[in-house]
C-alpha cells in the first residue's frame, strides 16, 4: 500500500485531543466585527470540538493525525 497523503489545509486547522478528537478554532471571527456584539466576539476566541457527524471525513483527510 502506498503511504497517504494528509491534507495540509486541514493539518494547519485542527489538532488532536489526548482522547483523540479533533479542536479546532470558530469561525466568523475575522472580519465585519462591528456589528457582532462583545459576548459573542469572545465566545468565538475559544476553541471547540469538531462534531462527530465529520469525524468519518477527518479521519480519511488526516490519516496520521
Known sequence: MP?????RAAAK???KTGTGKLKRMKAY?????????????RNLRKSTITDSTNAKVMKKILPYM
Do not use: N, Q
Open 13 to 15: 486547522r485542527f489538532k
Open 29 to 41: 471571527k475575522s472580519h465585519i466585527l462591528t456589528k457582532k456584539t462583545t459576548k459573542r466576539k
Open 3 to 7: 503511504k497517504v497523503k494528509t491534507s
